[in-house]
């Protein structure tokens, strides 16, 4: 029973690896490009702050990708393997790239295409909940940041001129950074540890026979974050200073203060839905929305939104689920014209 659960954590663990490289960069890339932190104690800040937050404000994520798609007892051996893998390897292109990238939205739709495949899709969650909330949370965000950076930012800094160049070299905002930086990371924990947690929890209720309604769920829930929670350390380690070093340079010419504002505006959306719904749900593109916003608010809306960079984002941020998708739907169709569907 052991050997056979086996590859589905390992796969699991593999994206966790990848989840980590992702998540470094939107969470530590103010602290590093602003001299704070050494690159060499951001991956085990990193990992704890993750797994606090998993452990912590996660239950509810890891229910919805555990159950709120597919029912649990569908999330077998085979299943959950193509899941977890067919995301894995989305994220791994990404990380090569060197482009931040959506893993929930991926996780969504590989659990979508099985879940399709068998007729057991769970289309009102889907579409009444989780998609509506990709939606609107990076508007949120956007306005927000638009708000702060049109009205707050711009008429504080015409009423105290280089006031925001002084508080930078203050040892207070030093500590500032750090906390929202971790603070990122515990959101991130609240609501990615569950991609790739909330399936193998699942499955391994349905191994052990095990009522997936019952308390027993949620202590293996635990017992899956513990092991895959720790592999978004390692990920930092090895994707996350190619992301960082990017990353960071670019943020820093945002401004290492308007880059804290952005850090806590996405860390708490994202944090609301992971607590409030149990919504997976993208930091990367609340990140992405806001420093948008913040562009706007500084060149305005065509320079912003005509930027090359920016329409790559939107291609990218495009392909990478719908490759996911088709993947896992590929994989589980082959899989049950060899037999193994139910294994």
């Known amino acids: ?84 893998f067919s ?34 899709l769970n289309s009102t969650k889907l579409f009444t909940e989780i998609i509506p909330t990709w939606i609107i949370l990076p508007i949120v965000s956007f306005g927000i940041m638009y708000l702060i950076g049109s009205v707050s930012i711009r008429r504080f800094d015409y009423k105290h001129p280089g006031y925001f160049q002084t508080i930078k070299r203050q040892s207070l905002f030093r500590w500032v950074v750090i906390i929202t930086s971790c603070y990122v990371a515990f959101s991130i924990g609240s609501n990615n540890v569950a991609n790739a947690s909330g399936p ?19 202590l293996i829930m635990i017992l899956a974050t513990l092991i895959i929670a720790p592999s978004f350390g390692i990920g930092s380690s090895i994707f996350g200073r190619k992301l960082i070093v990017k990353t ?63 329409k790559r984002l939107w291609l990218i941020w495009f392909i990478a689920p719908v490759f996911a998708f088709l993947l896992s739907y590929f994989l589980t169709m082959l899989a049950d014209k060899a037999g193994m569907l139910h294994l």
């Not at 149990?278 to 916003?293: K, M, R």
């Open 1 to 84: 029973m052991l050997n056979g659960l086996l590859l589905p954590f390992l796969v699991a663990m593999f994206l966790a690896i990848n989840m980590g490289g992702s998540g470094t960069s939107p969470s530590f890339a103010t602290a590093y490009g602003s001299g704070i932190l050494r690159k060499d104690l951001i991956p085990g800040l990193f990992g704890l702050c993750v797994l606090v937050g998993a452990l912590v404000a996660g239950k509810n994520t890891a229910i919805t990708l555990g159950k709120g798609i597919l029912p649990a007892e569908s999330l077998n051996y085979t299943l959950t393997t193509i899941i977890l």
């Open 87 to 120: 995301v894995a390897l989305s994220l791994l292109f990404a990380n090569l790239l060197g482009v931040p990238q959506s893993t929930s939205q991926s996780t969504v739709l590989a659990l979508s295409a099985p879940a399709h495949y068998v007729g057991q």
């Open 200 to 218: 193998i929890a699942s499955m391994i209720t349905n191994e052990l026979h095990i009522n997936p309604t019952g308390g027993n769920f949620v």
């Open 248 to 310: 960071g340079t670019e943020i820093t010419e945002i401004g290492r203060v308007e880059a804290s504002i952005i850090s806590v505006i996405t860390a708490s959306l994202l944090l609301t839905a992971s607590i409030s719904r149990g919504i997976p749900t993208s930091l990367v593109q609340l990140n992405t929305f806001a420093i948008l916003a913040l562009s706007v608010s500084k060149n305005g809306w065509k320079p912003t939104f005509s930027n090359k960079v920016v």
